[in-house]
């Protein structure tokens, strides 16, 4: 999950608050996007592709990389099509570690999982433990993913076990439910990420197609995301706090794709390089 919001700057707490295309997006030959595919024709980033991250703002399109993450509640499946159109493929944001009150699926998820606050003003921990119940709950949002034509997934808040809940969760209970929303992905003909969760990649990153991880450079944890790497697997990093000039020599030795952002996580950014140009949006 993201850093909880004791360590956000001011600016952060005021701001806080998928099969195939039907014009065959899926089907886009693999060096439109610089990436590889794994089995079964489910698209697999190679690492070092570049990337926009936004899940904030007016969606800005006009981005030249090659993989946009954004959020999969707020956009259309025209906004997706229109990223294939440009050549563009596109992960899904969920969260499905933490309920979140303003989903227009709120209401279904019962108080008996609701745990306790993530540290993000109306978010709450889940109770992995219950798959009875969140499985159903997940696959519709998956569904809602596919059938809105995204390439993949990005799911949120996958380390819970690492954090108070207020459930007793395991890091065994965290492993089976990370790999149900993988499997969950897979079966819809999507990619799905692992999102930080660094303990348990080497037991996780034969389930997973990529990772997205969140200031690695900055807590000194990005050698841990090299089994991705050797996999062949994209690594998506973003830091927060440090300037480019103290994660990018890193970033680029370990094959990373590195971006610097605001907590916002709106439309600006800062690309190490060789990965965009000039690596920079207003």
Same mark, same amino acid.
């Not at 090659?66 to 992960?91: C, M, Q, S």
């Not at 380390?159 to 993988?182: C, M, S």
């Not at 303990?199 to 089994?227: G, H, K, R, S, W």
């Given at each position: 999950?993201?850093?909880?919001?004791?360590?956000?700057?001011?600016?952060?707490?005021?701001?806080?608050?998928?099969?195939?295309?039907?014009?065959?997006?899926?089907?886009?030959?693999?060096?439109?996007?610089?990436?590889?595919?794994?089995?079964?024709?489910?698209?697999?980033?190679?690492?070092?592709?570049?990337?926009?991250?936004?899940?904030?703002?007016?969606?800005?399109?006009? =981005?030249? @990389?090659?993989?946009?993450?954004?959020?999969?509640?707020?956009? #259309?499946?025209? #906004?997706?099509?229109?990223?294939?159109?440009?050549?563009?493929?596109?992960?899904?944001?969920?969260?499905?570690?933490?309920?979140?009150?303003?989903?227009?699926?709120?209401?279904?998820?019962?108080?008996?999982?609701?745990?306790?606050?993530?540290?993000?003003?109306?978010?709450?921990?889940?109770?992995?433990?219950?798959?009875? @119940?969140?499985?159903?709950?997940?696959?519709?949002?998956?569904?809602?993913?596919?059938?809105?034509?995204?390439?993949? =997934?990005?799911?949120? +808040?996958?380390?819970?076990?690492?954090? #108070?809940?207020?459930?007793?969760?395991?890091?065994?209970?965290?492993?089976?439910?990370?790999?149900?929303?993988?499997?969950?992905?897979?079966?819809?003909?999507?990619? @799905?990420?692992?999102? +930080?969760?660094?303990?348990?990649?080497?037991?996780? @990153?034969?389930?997973?197609?990529?990772?997205? +991880?969140?200031?690695?450079?900055?807590?000194?944890?990005?050698?841990?995301? #090299?089994?991705?790497?050797?996999?062949?697997?994209?690594?998506?990093?973003?830091?927060?706090?440090?300037?480019?000039?103290?994660?990018?020599?890193?970033?680029?030795?370990?094959?990373?794709?590195?971006?610097?952002?605001?907590?916002?996580?709106?439309?600006?950014?800062?690309?190490?390089?060789?990965?965009?140009?000039?690596?920079?949006?207003?």
């Amino acid at each position: 999950m993201r850093r909880p919001i004791a360590l956000l700057p001011l600016l952060a707490l005021l701001l806080a608050g998928c099969a195939a295309t039907p014009d065959g997006g899926r089907d886009r030959p693999d060096d439109e996007t610089g990436a590889g595919t794994a089995d079964g024709g489910i698209w697999r980033p190679a690492p070092g592709i570049d990337w926009q991250w936004q899940l904030s703002g007016r969606l800005d399109t006009g =981005v030249d @990389v090659p993989v946009y993450d954004i959020d999969g509640f707020d956009h #259309t499946a025209a #906004t997706v099509a229109g990223l294939h159109d440009d050549g563009r493929k596109v992960i899904c944001y969920l969260s499905t570690g933490a309920w979140e009150d303003w989903r227009p699926d709120a209401a279904k998820f019962p108080k008996s999982v609701i745990g306790k606050g993530n540290g993000w003003e109306g978010e709450r921990w889940l109770d992995i433990r219950a798959l009875d @119940v969140l499985e159903p709950l997940m696959a519709a949002r998956l569904d809602m993913c596919r059938e809105k034509g995204f390439d993949a =997934v990005e799911p949120d +808040n996958m380390d819970g076990y690492k954090n #108070t809940t207020g459930f007793p969760v395991e890091a065994a209970d965290q492993l089976r439910y990370n790999r149900l929303i993988a499997e969950l992905a897979h079966d819809r003909g999507m990619s @799905v990420g692992l999102k +930080n969760d660094l303990d348990q990649i080497p037991e996780l @990153v034969d389930d997973f197609d990529f990772a997205v +991880n969140e200031q690695c450079a900055q807590y000194d944890e990005c050698a841990d995301l #090299t089994p991705f790497i050797e996999a062949g697997k994209a690594v998506f990093h973003v830091e927060y706090e440090l300037p480019t000039s103290e994660f990018c020599a890193d970033s680029r030795r370990l094959r990373l794709s590195s971006l610097l952002k605001k907590y916002e996580l709106g439309v600006w950014r800062e690309a190490c390089q060789p990965f965009n140009g000039p690596g920079r949006t207003p």
